[in-house]
């Protein structure tokens, strides 16, 4: 079962408007979300983090929301940049995991046109 | 460069065959995964080390599969006998622990294509 859901594969964006980006979760239990973003035959970088005892957090151009009565978050990139294309994954911690292991989501394709 | 490395970045082998990969985490960092995508798919966990102890496997990590971290620094992961449903990207990442949540890094990737 998909714990983390992307359910928008792609996003296309005019440069210099926002990037909305959106992550649902199914298990309560997740504490501490992350976003990260992917270029192709590249790892994934770390973008921007919160924890479920915020609802907002925020690193320059990027600031994620988390939702936790509704299990969501998303990822508000402002203004969106031709170099913010992408695949942007979002991932979830599981609470009191003594690993942190990460779950991920599918993916969002992100396209910043010029 | 003082992030992330693995290597090979690319290897191609026949089914059957046994391959090794190798990751070196960030110096200081204590904690090491492993993780691997395929096509259409998000990173799936297959397992951790803390320092050189590996503490938590995957069911995805059958037993054709190991991983080592045996000074607890670099790590191998190991496939013997591989088949076809191998073929995917295998990422590593490492993390420092300090008691709290912290973003694990991860390297570039070693991609392995069974034939």
């Known amino acids: 079962d998909q714990q983390v859901k992307q359910n928008s594969p792609s996003l296309s964006v005019q440069e210099g408007r926002i990037s909305i980006l959106n992550c649902d979760y199914t298990n309560s239990m997740f504490d501490y979300f992350l976003w990260y973003k992917k270029y192709p035959a590249e790892g994934p970088t770390f973008l921007i983090s919160i924890s479920s005892i915020k609802d907002k957090n925020e690193d320059g151009r990027f600031t994620v929301f988390l939702n936790k009565s509704a299990k969501h978050l998303s990822l508000h990139i402002v203004p969106s940049q031709p170099g913010d294309s992408a695949v942007y994954f979002c991932?979830?911690?599981?609470?009191?995991?003594?690993?942190?292991?990460?779950?991920f989501g599918t993916g969002t394709l992100l396209a910043v046109q010029p | 460069d003082t992030g992330v490395s693995q290597d090979p970045r690319h290897k191609i082998t026949k089914r059957g065959q046994n391959v090794t990969f190798r990751c070196d985490p960030i110096s200081e960092h204590n904690r090491l995964y492993w993780y691997r995508q395929t096509l259409g798919q998000g990173p799936e966990f297959l397992t951790y080390?803390?320092?050189?102890?590996?503490?938590?496997k995957s069911r995805l990590l059958s037993d054709r599969f190991s991983a080592e971290r045996p000074k607890g620094s670099f790590s191998t992961l190991e496939i013997q006998r591989t088949e076809q449903g191998d073929s995917a990207m295998y990422l590593c990442?490492?993390?420092?622990?300090?008691?709290?949540?912290?973003?694990?890094?991860f390297g570039p990737g070693t991609r392995l294509t069974v034939l």
């Open positions: 080390f803390q320092n050189e102890a590996q503490l938590e």
């Open positions: 991932a979830a911690s599981p609470f009191g995991g003594a690993t942190n292991k990460l779950i």
């Open positions: 990442a490492s993390s420092l622990d300090t008691g709290s949540y912290n973003e694990q890094f």
